[in-house]
């Protein structure tokens, strides 16, 4: 029994530091409203910082938000995932979170955000940086504020699933 298949919604991740300035945190809140915004869905790691400021932002904007989550509790998803995927994985989840991801957009981060940009460059996901600091590395793209990050890895989304990703 054949049913009306729907293209499926592109993703979009957002990296960025567990805990981050207000300004920051205004700038995830901005990105995460423009995912929303384009109809695309907003993958994350689930917790604070950034994440939950994305999050929030796309939740207000009536996005939809998954959070790829370290440990094995949903519950210890910040209150705007809509779909907490506990992992049990520690850091290790940072792979999936850019691996399920169209593109992602880098905000501010450390370490773990590092790793992020480094497995979608590995896994040849489309990475576009926002405020990128001199110690991580390099992305694909570069924008300077949120809808001009948004609007690039958008494009970059479609590009990549129109030649067979996805």
Excluded: K
Aim: glycine share 14%; with cysteine; aromatic share 2%.
């Amino acid at each position: 029994m054949g049913h009306c298949q729907r293209p499926r919604a592109l993703r979009i991740a957002v990296v960025g530091g567990a805990e981050c300035d207000d300004a920051v945190a205004t700038l995830g809140e901005a990105v995460g409203r423009q995912i929303a915004d384009a109809g695309a869905v907003l993958v994350c790691g689930g917790l604070g910082g950034v994440m939950e400021a994305a999050a929030r932002g796309a939740d207000a904007a009536g996005g939809t938000v998954i959070g790829l989550l370290p440990g094995y509790d949903a519950a210890a998803a910040n209150r705007w995932v809509h779909i907490p995927l506990p992992t049990g994985l520690g850091y290790a989840r940072n792979v999936l979170v850019v691996a399920s991801a169209d593109a992602v957009v880098a905000l501010p981060g450390a370490a773990g955000t590092r790793s992020e940009v480094a497995f979608a460059a590995a896994l040849g996901r489309p990475v576009v940086s926002v405020q990128r600091a001199d110690d991580q590395p390099d992305a694909t793209e570069q924008a300077d504020d949120a809808r001009e990050a948004v609007g690039r890895a958008l494009v970059l989304a479609r590009r990549a699933r129109s030649e067979g990703a996805g």
